[in-house]
């Protein structure tokens, strides 16, 4: 072939490369609008709360089981086993190194959706509360009321879950906490978000009992997501988005050392006649009222949030939130106290014995992002409540 006839097929060749890649991406175009139906007809949802929930450890998760006509539980019979604390750390995207050396745990719940063996027919002792309760990280041989148990000889019950604050926590205690050898009630108050919870239960409370009312929750309204081509701008996204480096937000200083922590509560004391202050004077009395029906020692286990407990050895961020830089303690256990005092409930404090682990450089709490007890706190709280009891 000469050159004119070479010159002369290049451009058939060109064309044809062309139509190749034309028709290449119209089936493209074709098989993605194709999937795209298909989904839809399926019916799939992309943004399932319920697959997404499967990844995140059962202490992370809110509760989705109805209790009564506003509270909720976790489900029945669930187990997980894997390192909660850094599995949660990075799915939420973090990569701080404090929980590499975190060992697995195997984490179960009972039919009622608690930390409490299989098989409970009777216990002498209940305590109820939100995830300061639960602790759903550790062992359940580590949790303060396991210590509780064991070095008290009596059987406890444990009856908390995350997110929930103290009308759930009555909910509780009538439905799972009465047993016949039932004699102490412990209404586990975290200071950190219960009273947010209250306002918040409140007003669920408040809608219940208006004509039409139907409860909702995460999962019952949460709105499907069916798209394939808004999935794969999301993932995208996500991809794009720049990594965050750590979930600590100050440093702990004790005797020369220093930890990075993360702190992310600043309580403050109720307004007198305000609405917390409403809404805490309700829940105690029908915790009272509750107790003294069935014959219950009322008690209230305050639990101080971690910035209240190593705020005097603590720096917090310039770059962090100014509520958080400019907070101080106040006088929420002091109120609670005297409430409780007027209602014959028996009021323990727990500041006072993690401050002093604080102070000697034995931090109570886990350090970034999660802002539990660790096991050593939760093993102070066992202690403190197993000495106040002998007296």
């Known amino acids: 072939m000469n050159s004119g006839e070479a010159a002369k097929t290049r451009p058939q060749g060109w064309l044809s490369w062309k139509r190749k890649l034309l028709f290449t991406l119209c089936l493209l175009l074709l098989c993605w609008l194709v999937a795209e139906l298909m989904f839809r007809i399926a019916g799939f949802d992309f943004a399932d709360p319920e697959r997404a929930l499967e990844k995140v450890p059962p202490f992370y998760r809110i509760p989705t089981e109805p ?71 550790l062992p359940s041989e580590h949790l303060f009321t396991s210590i509780v148990a064991a070095g008290s000889g009596r059987t406890v019950k444990n009856l908390g879950t995350s997110y929930t604050g103290p009308l759930t926590h009555l909910a509780y205690l009538e439905h799972y906490g009465m047993a016949p050898g039932t004699r102490d009630a412990v209404l586990v108050f975290f200071e950190g978000n219960d009273l947010d919870d209250l306002v918040a239960e409140g007003a669920r409370q408040a809608q219940a009992t208006r004509p039409g009312y139907q409860r909702g929750n995460l999962l019952q309204t949460h709105v499907p997501q069916r798209s394939l081509t808004r999935a794969l701008f999301n993932s995208l996204g996500n991809l794009s988005a720049p990594p965050l480096v750590s979930a600590a937000n100050a440093t702990y200083e004790v005797g020369g050392q220093r930890q990075r ?26 915790w009272g009222q509750l107790c003294e029906e069935h014959e219950l020692q009322a008690w209230l286990l305050y639990m101080p949030c971690k910035h209240r407990v190593l705020h005097p050895f603590l720096h917090v961020d310039t770059d962090a939130h100014p509520v958080l830089r400019s907070w101080k303690p106040g006088g929420l256990p002091g109120q609670l106290s005297r409430l409780c005092e007027n209602r014959q409930i028996i009021f323990l404090d727990a500041t006072a014995v993690l401050q002093r682990s604080a102070a000697e450089g034995q931090l109570p709490y886990n ?14 709280v066992g202690e403190l409540f197993l000495e106040r009891m002998r007296q």
Do not use: C
Request: net charge negative; no cysteine.
């Open 261 to 286: 922590v993360t702190v992310n509560y600043a309580p403050h004391q109720m307004q007198v006649g305000g609405q917390r202050w409403e809404l805490m004077l309700e829940a105690l009395d029908r």
């Open 67 to 137: 209790v009564g006509t506003y509270a909720y539980h976790r489900p029945a019979g669930l187990h997980w086993q894997g390192r909660p604390l850094k599995t949660q750390l990075r799915l939420q995207g973090f990569s701080d190194p404090a929980y590499d050396q975190e060992a697995e745990v195997r984490i179960d719940y009972d039919k009622d959706g608690f930390r409490n063996p299989s098989a409970m027919p009777d216990w002498s002792l209940v305590f109820v509360g939100d995830s300061f309760t639960e602790l759903g990280h």
């Open 367 to 380: 350090t970034v992002f999660d802002t539990h007890l660790n096991e050593r706190g939760s093993r102070q």
